[in-house]
């Protein structure tokens, strides 16, 4: 009978606890009498395992754990308690078997040695296109593999020793706590917990992992895009300020720059937010609105598209995708609007998942 796809390669190429979460799929199929499928390995690297593994730890910083219904860990549960350190011998899908045999991609992309459980989520999700339960998934947790991948990068030195890559030297998070590093307890107790409130899960698209890159490009580039940041909201606020007095003392309708304003990044595309800045300019003329007003305007437009270009310079290199384009970025947002939607309705009906 078929057996796991690609288990006979070489050594080091896919670590323990990857093999693990492969051997809970199939216990969860072998429950449900069915070939093990993408949405059986989902499961599996999402709840299986040491809750120190890289996709688990993944999982939590992006608050995808609170989409978990209790059916689906509990089955998990189930399925690894049955093992009795055996792997059952059961089929895989066709679906299973082509995401299986898209780990070395995604290794190669992350710059990894071995395949781990990160990885595992990474195939699984780019399964969705045609699968329809991980597609229905997904969209319920709001995950995507650029967002995945960001975060499985900055996560790749703190998981435990059964899902550490072999070349990696960094402290790791053990079965005992005492068997930490000071240094790295100190580190752990300073890390602020992400992907625990609403607006954390509907910007998790935002934020930046290049702390874990090594270099100096990148560290300029972040720090290039804090300053254009800080500069852009001080604009933004002068041009707020000067629409509302413009609009009380001048013409009301200099009010009609707050379109502008409201046109941002997040929702339009350049091509849009710079038609809309027109249309405005044109008005202005014509109604007599202040031209001062209008060049604030324009130079916090001008800020907005800075800022959406070093965002998108990051995202491409946290990524490793040098095609990704800002309508990527918008939907990506798309999605944590609606995860962060759902996190709402959860917590207020009392049916989120524990932390």
Same mark, same amino acid.
Not at 201 to 211: A, F
């Given at each position: ?228 940041? &800080?500069?852009?909201? +001080?604009?933004? $606020?002068?041009?707020?300020?000067? !629409? @509302?007095?413009?609009? *009380? #003392? ?55 598209? &800075?800022?959406?270009? +070093?965002?998108? $310079?990051?995202?491409?290199?946290? !990524? @490793?995708?040098?095609? *990704? #384009? ?30």
């Amino acid at each position: 009978m078929p057996t796991d796809p690609g288990a006979g390669s070489p050594p080091g190429r896919r670590t323990p606890a990857l093999r693990r979460c492969v051997e809970v799929a199939q216990g969860l199929a072998d429950g449900e009498g069915s070939p093990v499928g993408p949405l059986h390995l989902l499961l599996a690297a999402m709840c299986a395992g040491d809750p120190s593994s890289r996709s688990r730890l993944v999982t939590k910083s992006l608050a995808a754990h609170h989409f978990l219904t209790s059916e689906a860990t509990g089955a998990v549960a189930d399925a690894e308690a049955g093992l009795g350190g055996r792997a059952r011998e059961v089929p895989f899908s066709p679906a299973a078997t082509a995401a299986l045999g898209r780990l070395a991609y995604w290794t190669r992309r992350t710059g990894d040695g071995s395949a781990d459980t990160a990885h595992l989520l990474l195939v699984c999700l780019e399964a969705r296109a045609e699968d329809e339960d991980v597609r229905r998934f997904a969209r319920g947790t709001g995950l995507s593999e650029r967002a995945v991948m960001r975060s499985a990068m900055t996560e790749r030195h703190r998981v435990c020793a059964q899902d550490r890559q072999p070349s990696d030297r960094g402290p790791i998070l053990s079965h005992g706590r005492p068997d930490r590093p000071a240094a790295y307890s100190f580190e752990t107790r300073a890390r602020r917990p992400s992907g625990r409130t609403v607006r954390s899960i509907g910007m998790r698209s935002e934020n930046s992992s290049v702390s874990h890159m090594g270099s100096r490009v990148q560290s300029h580039l972040i720090r290039l895009h804090i300053w254009v940041r &800080i500069w852009a909201q +001080l604009v933004i $606020l002068c041009a707020l300020a000067a !629409t @509302a007095w413009a609009a *009380l #003392t001048v013409t009301a309708w200099s009010a009609l720059w707050l379109v502008s304003q409201l046109a941002r990044r997040q929702n339009l595309s350049p091509a849009a937010r710079l038609a809309v800045d027109l249309v405005l300019l044109v008005a202005s003329a014509v109604l007599g609105i202040p031209w001062w007003l209008v060049l604030l305007a324009l130079v916090s437009r001008v800020f907005d598209l &800075i800022d959406g270009r +070093l965002l998108l $310079l990051q995202v491409q290199s946290d !990524t @490793a995708d040098p095609e *990704l #384009t800002e309508r990527d970025l918008r939907a990506d947002r798309r999605e944590d609007r609606r995860a962060a939607a759902f996190y709402r309705v959860l917590k207020l009906t009392g049916r989120l998942a524990p932390k």
